[in-house]
């Protein structure tokens, strides 16, 4: 499950230059072929709920009806 805490765990485990670097060599990484895409995007898409606030408080109070 993932709950804001574990979300901040690893979103704190690098620092913003470190993950800066991760962004950039996703980026790079996509040029590889169609399979490296898609890896790119899942791992985008799991990036973006890191960083993203409005889905971090929708998780903290899931029954609240926020959307």
Do not use: C
Request: hydrophobic residues 30%; glycine residues 4%.
């Amino acid at each position: 499950m993932q709950t804001t805490s574990n979300l901040q765990t690893v979103k704190d485990f690098f620092t913003d230059a470190e993950w800066d670097a991760i962004d950039s060599a996703l980026a790079d990484y996509q040029d590889y072929g169609e399979r490296e895409t898609e890896l790119m995007n899942s791992i985008g898409d799991k990036m973006y709920k890191l960083f993203n606030p409005r889905y971090q408080d929708e998780n903290r109070h899931p029954a609240s009806g926020a959307n």
